[in-house]
């Protein structure tokens, strides 16, 4: 129940392109879900968050869409450009667990922008 | 505003020994979490610290300890290290869910640390 699904593993997108990426929680008590963007060799940073109170979130490219119902969310870039490509991660928080706010993550998704 | 920074950059032990990896909080966070990431997977979470308590751990066994001192920058340790503890050890840090706003939940990374365990 912990667990935070993530798909797809690797994506090849075309520059100018939409890239998709989404994840499923079962965990009901989760209540903060960021994206974080990582390149190798360095630590992840973070994309964008979105809390269940609201579907969608835009910060310049980047979108989160929220399902609450389903239990799911992803995260589209818009215009996708050769600098996007990095490992993508998905993650899920809930105050309550423990007290604190442990990070649950994803297992990730290689992006490829191709030129 | 300084970022997360961690040392050292690299390590490299052999089994059994012990080691001691350092972060820097950003300024004006005051709860500190540490990730272990092997290779290809997402990170795991080991430990958080909160005003110099330890606030929550993950499943990692005992010879994984930390420290947070009053400047919030934060200790983690490795005692008998084995060849599985290698992996890039992430150091996070966020204002805290006491702060009482959204932004507290937000954790900020350092570069981690590459520790080849041989």
């Known amino acids: 129940q912990q667990q935070v699904k993530q798909s797809p593993q690797s994506l090849i997108v075309q520059k100018g392109g939409i890239s998709i990426i989404n994840c499923a929680y079962e965990?009901?008590?989760?209540?903060?879900f960021p994206w974080y963007q990582q390149f190798p060799g360095k630590g992840p940073a973070l994309l964008i968050a979105?809390?269940?109170d609201v579907s969608e979130k835009k910060e310049g490219r980047f979108t989160i869409s929220f399902n609450k119902s389903a239990k799911q969310f992803s995260l589209h870039i818009m215009d996708s450009q050769p600098g996007d490509s990095a490992t993508y991660f998905c993650?899920?928080?809930?105050?309550?667990?423990?007290?604190?706010?442990?990070?649950?993550w994803g297992a990730g998704t290689k992006l490829i922008i191709k030129p | 505003e300084t970022g997360v920074t961690q040392s050292p950059t690299h390590l490299i032990k052999t089994r059994g020994q012990q080691v001691t990896l350092r972060c820097s909080s950003q300024?004006?966070?005051?709860?500190v979490s540490w990730y272990q990431q092997a290779l290809g997977q997402g990170p795991q979470f080991i430990f958080q610290?909160?005003?110099?308590?330890?606030?929550g751990r993950g499943n990692f066994p005992p010879r994984f300890s930390g420290l947070q001192f009053p400047n919030y920058s934060s200790e983690l340790n490795v005692n008998a290290l084995e060849l599985d503890d290698s992996a890039l050890y992430l150091c996070?840090?966020?204002?805290?869910?006491?702060?009482?706003?959204?932004?507290?939940?937000?954790?900020?990374f350092g570069p981690g640390t590459r520790l080849t365990v041989t």
């Open positions: 996070a840090s966020s204002a805290g869910w006491a702060s009482g706003t959204s932004e507290g939940y937000e954790q900020y």
């Open positions: 300024s004006g966070h005051n709860t």
């Open positions: 610290y909160y005003r110099e308590e330890e606030n």
């Open positions: 965990n009901t008590a989760f209540d903060y």
């Open positions: 979105i809390r269940p």
């Open positions: 993650a899920a928080s809930a105050i309550n667990m423990d007290s604190n706010y442990q990070l649950i």
